[in-house]
């Protein structure tokens, strides 16, 4: 079992950065594949970033590619998501996801989910 709780999240300027955290429980969590996804009103939710459980792999959307940057530090029980440039189509719910040993890019194989953070980006 793992639990998730995602922060910082907040109102920023286009342009600018935010880190989101993930601070997850349990003993095994560098057993497990880390995902970000994203939610805006009205759209499905979308893959964003995400991580291998060693951490030697990670894969990104092509919207953020280049922009935001996924990383862990498994002695902090901790994924984070550095987002630089920040441009109003990045606004969402900001979601952190594990997957047990495999990386995914696929909401549908992520076992346990965070409550989202929100991110909002004025123009």
């Known amino acids: 079992q793992v639990q998730l709780l995602e922060s910082g999240g907040g109102l920023v300027q286009a342009g600018g950065s935010l880190r989101l955290s993930c601070a997850a429980s349990?003993?095994?969590?560098?057993?497990?594949?880390m995902g970000w996804f994203r939610q805006a009103p009205g759209k499905e939710r979308e893959f964003v970033a995400a991580?291998?459980?060693?951490?030697?792999?990670?894969y990104y959307a092509d919207s953020v590619k280049g922009r935001f940057t996924i990383s862990r530090d498994n002695a902090k029980n901790t994924v984070y998501l550095q987002m630089n440039s920040l441009k109003p189509e990045d606004a969402a719910v900001y979601y952190c996801a594990a997957s047990y040993l495999h990386t995914y890019t696929s909401s549908v194989y992520y076992s346990y989910w965070g409550q989202g953070t929100q991110v909002t980006v004025s123009s």
């Open positions: 349990g003993r095994t969590f560098s057993s497990y594949a």
């Open positions: 991580i291998s459980w060693s951490d030697s792999n990670t």
